[in-house]
């Protein structure tokens, strides 16, 4: 097991005193590693954001359905006194 956390800034790995055993290619992992949870964070994020505007069109639509019932009730309302 490595031990990495005990870098205190003296070099990015075998760091002076620290006890820290972790080489540049478990380092190299780790980044990566980070990289990809960054990624997945900003697709997470990227979805969130479509569902919402897809929400909010989904309400617009609701919306608008709500007023076409009322120009159709509002039509058959007048039909009906015209007979």
């Given at each position: 097991?490595?031990?990495?956390?005990?870098?205190?800034?003296?070099?990015?790995?075998?760091?002076?005193?620290?006890?820290?055993t972790?080489?540049?290619?478990?380092?190299?992992?780790?980044?990566?590693?980070?990289?990809?949870?960054?990624?997945?964070?900003?697709?997470?994020?990227?979805?969130?954001?479509?569902?919402r505007?897809?929400?909010?069109?989904?309400?617009?639509?609701?919306?608008?359905?709500?007023?076409?019932?009322?120009?159709?009730?509002?039509?058959?309302?007048?039909?009906?006194?015209?007979?």
């Amino acid at each position: 097991m490595s031990n990495c956390g005990n870098n205190r800034g003296y070099g990015p790995a075998y760091s002076r005193g620290s006890g820290c055993t972790c080489g540049y290619d478990e380092i190299a992992r780790m980044e990566a590693a980070l990289a990809n949870a960054v990624r997945s964070l900003e697709n997470t994020e990227c979805a969130a954001d479509q569902i919402r505007c897809a929400l909010k069109d989904i309400d617009n639509s609701i919306c608008d359905n709500r007023a076409a019932v009322k120009d159709i009730q509002e039509a058959l309302c007048q039909l009906k006194c015209r007979l």
